[in-house]
Nanobody, 127 residues
Framework: QVQLVESGGVSVQAGGSLKLTCAAS????????WGWFRQVPGKEREAVAA????????YYADSVKGRFTILQDVVKNTLYLQMNDLKPEDTGMYYC????????????????????WGQGTQVTVSS
């Protein structure tokens, strides 16, 4: 069992910045890839940013390119999402997800790839 705990989500004004944290609380781990997904009411959960632990692969949604950066600290078992120049459309519940398999038919942006999910942290951006 892999536990993922997100934190850092708060209510901010447009143009502000936030840094989300995803802590993998495990005795041992072998994460192959992990990332951030966002969900808003009435819409499907969608990928925001993801990366392989090795750094060989990465993904950013077009809407966040140039504003968001995904970072990782494998020693601390922690994934970050640095969010700058926040916009109201960035509002949503942000989930951390991870998978442990080195091979998958799903790409980094597909929910089906990930077997482990955090509880989510709410980000609200007001204009």
């Amino acid at each position: 069992q892999v536990q993922l705990v997100e934190s850092g989500g708060v209510s901010v004004q447009a143009g502000g910045s936030l840094k989300l944290t995803c802590a993998a609380s495990t005795v041992t781990y072998s994460i192959y890839s992990w990332g951030w997904f966002r969900q808003v009411p009435g819409k499907e959960r969608e990928a925001v940013a993801a990366t392989s632990v090795s750094g060989d692969e990465s993904y950013y949604a077009d809407s966040v390119k140039g504003r968001f950066t995904i970072l990782q600290d494998v020693v601390k078992n922690t994934l970050y999402l640095q969010m700058n120049d926040l916009k109201p459309e960035d509002t949503g519940m942000y989930y951390c997800a991870a998978d442990l398999l080195p091979y998958s038919d799903y790409d980094l942006a597909s929910m089906g790839r990930y077997k482990y999910w955090g509880q989510g942290t709410q980000v609200t951006v007001s204009s």
